[in-house]
């Protein structure tokens, strides 16, 4: 497993945000349950949140906070990456990110 490294990062919330997951991280992986808790809540905005889905071999999107919606101008929350690529009318969503 990859350590996860908050050293080289210099805004402090994510840095807060990487020692949290840090501390509840299992296997490589942090389960749902444990971002739900109360102390996870300051970071629901900025979170994407997404499960494989093993038979599609895609990931669907299962989260996605307000600021990440607002931002990209859509809702993607139980979209999957494949239907995501697929959808022509998703490309206006990324134009602005490079």
């Not at 299992?26 to 499960?51: A, F, G, T």
Request: a negative charge; charged letters at 25%.
């Amino acid at each position: 497993m990859q350590e996860i490294k908050s050293s080289g990062i210099n805004h402090p919330e994510i840095k807060e945000f990487i020692d949290l997951v840090k501390i509840d991280i299992q296997n490589s992986v942090i389960e749902y349950q444990v971002l739900q808790e109360p102390r996870y809540m300051k970071y629901w905005k900025q979170l994407s949140i997404s499960e494989y889905v093993e038979s599609d071999d895609t990931f669907k999107f299962i989260f996605v906070g307000t600021e990440i919606t607002t931002y990209l101008g859509r809702e993607f929350t139980g979209i999957t990456t494949r239907e995501m690529l697929s959808d022509d009318s998703l490309n206006d969503s990324f134009a602005c990110c490079p």
